[in-house]
């Protein structure tokens, strides 16, 4: 038997070193993540590792699992403990070691292993740990599978098993550096920043970049795990400022910044300016239209509208499904509707064949950006960014809005505008042209300006964007039509920025 965890236990004493700890917040929509030490310990790891493959055997699948862990101070002990759960559930573990979470999903298709549970808190400060699973390659898990894993584990429901065992593969990483690079060199000789936050990007991503035929300007690339500069996170502003500084005094042609975990990119251009990662991703559904006519694509409910109504894309014949905001649903729009890719704005970048596996690589976007330069010597990531249509857009605003009430208020704001919609009224002046609801709302009017309302998937927050393709003015105002809807939710609180 295996104790029931319990939600909270005090260091130093007997039970926290004799029982799990296993906070019931951890688990997120589609992945786990806590404070390793107050809220969860190493025993309430191992209780993840019994909960895991107590699922997978629920669900009648393979009980074999490929597990990595980034490179923190703690996340060896933590993936053993993991490892320990696994195989006291029936599980054979294969261990690669040091590794990026794109690598482990890798693993699986290389080492023909079904399952994943990657050790890794991403971009998250130090102190944070987690893991990413899946059981279905190249898929990873949503929130029907991550709901009935908290049961499992929360309750205690463990199944322990015999024939649990594990196996060390040496030197992984060179079988996946190989399989990104064994591949024609480029063309046009670039200079590419390779900045990675001292975190495990470092270990990698620069001979992946030398080996294609770049020249590597290194920027934190030594494994430090106090990350002394800043967060290894593409969407840091201090990242961010280093990659641009970077670019401008060595003249490199981009910068491109990987997160800690490796499964996304950033990217600065040649004139030091950053560009998010949603316009990055209509530049590559330009570049990759042009080779596949008729491309279809998915992007979150947070980007652009350009993936709708840019004309290149347009001429092109490329199509593309706004779908929910979170890598698991992304993965599995991009695989369950045949897309060529999927572009997050967070920086997720989903490649299918012929291009990716259909999971999430830093370091397969950072290849497709490369190979973009490559197609177009005589032009700049400048010129290539600067060719898009003007737009003018929000960051990512974040009323507060407790966990309790942030669902139903965007339920309420949902019907607020379908009823609208259905009336023929107004919003921002405009008639509506489109709503899209799978995930909030995300309205556009008649000229083409657009908003969205979505609760957070793991802050006690919503999540309002807007963006017009017309003026800063249009933009503004449908910003105000948005956030006078919501503030006839009392539930609804300040911004933590606004426009």
């Not at 007997?14 to 688990?27: D, H, I, L, N, Q």
């Not at 080996?211 to 795990?225: F, M, R, S, Y």
Request: aromatic letters at 8%.
């Amino acid at each position: 038997m295996f104790p029931k965890p319990k939600a909270q236990l005090n260091p130093n004493t007997y039970a926290y070193e004799s029982g799990p700890m296993v906070k019931p917040t951890g688990f997120r929509e589609y992945d786990a993540r806590w404070l390793f030490g107050t809220e969860i310990n190493l025993m309430g790891v191992e209780a993840l590792g019994l909960g895991l493959g107590t699922l997978i055997g629920e669900l009648g699948r393979e009980r074999r699992l490929v597990t990595g862990h980034d490179f923190r101070s703690y996340s060896a002990s933590i993936k053993m403990a993991l490892v320990n759960g696994l195989m006291a559930s029936g599980c054979q573990v294969t261990d690669i070691g040091l590794a990026l979470t794109p690598m482990a999903y890798f693993a699986q298709f290389d080492l023909d292993v079904p399952g994943v549970a990657m050790v890794t808190a991403s971009h998250n400060d130090n102190g944070w740990t987690g893991v990413k699973m899946g059981i279905d390659r190249p898929l990873t898990f949503g929130p029907d599978e991550m709901a009935r894993l908290k049961e499992i584990v929360l309750d205690g429901r463990f199944k322990m098993k015999e024939g649990g065992a594990y196996a060390f593969v040496e030197n992984f990483p060179a079988r996946y550096i190989a399989d990104l690079t064994e591949r024609p060199k480029l063309k046009r000789r670039l200079k590419v920043v390779c900045a990675c936050g001292n975190g495990t990007a470092g270990a990698f991503a620069p001979q992946v970049l030398e080996k294609i035929g770049c020249e590597v300007v290194p920027l934190d690339c030594e494994l430090d795990h106090t990350f002394p500069n800043y967060n290894p996170n593409t969407e840091d502003l201090r990242m961010l400022h280093a990659m641009r500084d970077a670019v401008l005094a060595s003249g490199a042609d981009v910068s491109l910044g990987f997160d800690g975990d490796g499964d996304r990119c950033g990217v600065v251009d040649n004139t030091g300016e950053e560009i998010f990662a949603d316009k990055v991703g209509v530049m590559l559904a330009r570049d990759i239209s042009a080779q596949h006519k008729g491309a279809l694509f998915v992007a979150d409910v947070k980007s652009t509208g350009l993936f709708a109504t840019d004309p290149v894309l347009i001429g092109n014949g490329a199509r593309t499904d706004y779908w929910k905001t979170g890598h698991s649903y992304m993965k599995r729009r991009v695989n369950e509707i045949g897309a060529v890719a999927g572009f997050e704005k967070s920086g997720h970048f989903f490649f299918n064949k012929p291009l990716g596996r259909g999971y999430d690589d830093g370091l397969v976007f950072a290849l497709a950006v490369c190979d973009m330069l490559d197609r177009n010597p005589q032009k700049t990531m400048a010129d290539l960014k600067n060719a898009l249509p003007k737009t003018w857009s929000s960051p990512t605003m974040s009323p507060h809005c407790a966990d309790e009430a942030k669902y139903g208020v965007v339920d309420a704001v949902v019907k607020h505008f379908g009823a609208e919609k259905a009336k023929g009224g107004k919003v921002a002046g405009q008639p509506i042209r489109d709503l899209v609801t799978v995930n909030g709302v995300r309205l556009t009017v008649a000229d083409g300006t657009w908003g969205l309302v979505r609760a957070s998937s793991n802050k006690p927050e919503l999540v309002v964007v807007v963006e017009s393709p017309v003026s800063e003015r249009r933009m503004r105002e449908m910003f105000a039509a948005l956030d006078a809807v919501l503030r006839t939710h009392q539930e609804v609180g300040e911004y933590n920025q606004t426009i």
